[in-house]
């Protein structure tokens, strides 16, 4: 996977923590089977922070399609915990589906809910942790 410009949104903690989502998918990419299960521990560990941290941030600021963005991120954490469940039990063709998605996946999400997020926030004049003014 790789990091596309488009994925720059602007706010420090935010491009931060899709870049290291972005290095974590590159990296699962090239693993061999008998790492994919620490692995996808690490994605689903990084991406449930990661979620987490966003979910803060729309309730903070107030951001009224907050539950369309979240109810997603509960999607998508359900079906990696599900997956990462298949992978320990040997499936590893299931996980590898899962990898070779998830570049699509994340370039819809940011171009539709991150661009929305970070608008809103920018007009609310809400800057959440760890951004530079
Ligand atoms: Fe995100
Ligand atoms: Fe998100």
């Known amino acids: 996977m ?5 994925f720059t949104l602007g706010v420090k903690p935010m491009d931060d923590t899709h870049r290291e989502f972005v290095d974590m998918v590159s990296h699962l990419e090239t693993l061999p089977d008998d790492s994919l299960l620490a692995g996808m521990d690490e994605l689903v560990e990084h991406t449930a922070a990661h979620f987490d941290q966003e979910n803060r941030w729309m309730e903070e600021s107030g951001f009224p399609p907050v ?67």
């Open 2 to 6: 790789e990091w596309k410009e488009s």
């Open 67 to 133: 539950h369309c963005h979240t109810e997603e991120h509960k999607r998508v954490m359900q079906v990696m915990r599900d997956v990462r469940g298949h992978v320990a039990a040997g499936d590893h063709a299931l996980g590898r589906n899962l990898i070779r998605e998830l570049p699509e996946w994340f370039a819809t999400h940011a171009a539709t809910m991150y661009t929305a997020l970070v608008w809103f926030m920018q007009q609310k004049g809400y800057v959440p942790e760890g951004a530079t003014a």
